[in-house]
C-alpha cells in the first residue's frame, strides 16, 4: 500500500513465520487494512515478517479482533514511513 509511504503507521510484529501468515489471511478475510511487510531492520522480530496498518483506533480494532483466539503479535510499533 504505497499511500502509507511517508506517513505513521503501525507495524505489528510476530514471534513465529506461522502467525505472521495466519494474520494475513485472517486480516484478508476480514478486510482488514495493512499489508505483510519485511519487519523493518530497527525492529526486533523473530520471523522477519510484520504487519503494517494505519495507525488510527479502529484499524488496530480491527486487526485485534481478526486475530483474536489465533494469534498473539509480539509488539505494536508507531512509525514513520
Known sequence: MGEMRGRRSVVVTFASTFDALEAERRCGRAGV????????????????????????????????????GAVVPAAFVEVLG
Do not use: K, M, Y
Request: hydrophobic share 40%; charged share 20%.
Open 33 to 68: 487494512p495493512g499489508r505483510l511487510i519485511p519487519t523493518p531492520s530497527h525492529l526486533s522480530a523473530d520471523c522477519g515478517l510484520a504487519w503494517r496498518l494505519p495507525p488510527d483506533a479502529a484499524s488496530r480494532s480491527a486487526f485485534e479482533r481478526a486475530v483474536a
